[in-house]
T-cell receptor, first 114, second 112 residues
């Protein structure tokens, strides 16, 4: 199974709402990632988890709160978002060691903040 | 992170080979060259990677210049399904996971 699943596929939320995005993989990967992709732009790294610990935070605003409760699951908790946070949120996973770093991406959650 | 330069767009005809160039003149000795592609409405997909030698896999070939300042992704017979944005990315060796910094990429259009 080389699949990364993300739920929900689409999410519309108001600026005062709290919601969560979920990502799951069963490839035994111990590195997991969140990326943000605005329309017609390349993906931008937000967070990296390695062995369930936060390893990289690319200066992401605190209204985005990641969580890695176990080695298969990655969440992104959203609170008090702004309309400019509307984007495609992509999750990925990879092995931790080795030269490849081949990352497997999910299909993304398309978020609209109203 | 070392930067890559790719053409904004390229076009090809179906069943013809496609050569997608990437310049990375500031590459360091331990940087790996990765290629990913993103089909419309999908997440990025790994294509191939290499360090110094040319590489082949079922999807594509990667030709790396001797001085490593450029590389070329080769799709041997383009299909309509290969229409995507192709990203050339450098990743530093010696780290325990891959931090991908995507550039603007090359939009590949394949004509029937």
């Amino acid at each position: 199974d080389t699949e990364v699943t993300q739920t929900p596929k689409h999410l519309v939320m108001g600026m005062t709402n709290k919601k969560s995005l979920k990502c799951e993989q069963h490839m035994g990967h111990r590195a997991m990632y969140w990326y943000k992709q605005k329309a017609k732009k390349p993906p931008e790294l937000m967070f990296v988890y390695s062995y369930e610990k936060l390893s990289i935070n690319e200066s992401v605003p605190s209204r985005f709160s990641p969580e890695c409760p176990n080695s298969s699951l990655l969440n992104l908790h959203l609170h008090a978002l702004q309309p400019e946070d509307s984007a495609l949120y992509l999750c990925a996973s990879s092995q931790v060691s080795g030269s490849s770093y081949e990352q497997y991406f999910g299909p993304g959650t398309r978020l609209t903040v109203t | 992170d070392a930067k890559t330069t790719q053409p904004n767009s390229m076009e090809s005809n179906e069943e013809e080979p496609v050569h997608l160039p990437c310049n990375h003149s500031t590459i360091s000795g331990t940087d790996y060259i990765h290629w990913y592609r993103q089909l419309p409405s999908q997440g990025p997909e790994y294509v191939i990677h290499g360090l110094t030698s040319n590489v082949n896999n079922r999807m594509a070939s990667l030709a790396i210049a001797e001085d490593r300042k450029s590389s070329t992704l080769i799709l041997h017979r383009a299909t309509l399904r290969d229409a995507a944005v192709y990203y050339c990315i450098l990743t530093p060796g010696g780290t325990s996971y891959g931090k991908l910094t995507f550039g603007q990429g090359t939009i590949l259009t394949v004509h029937p």
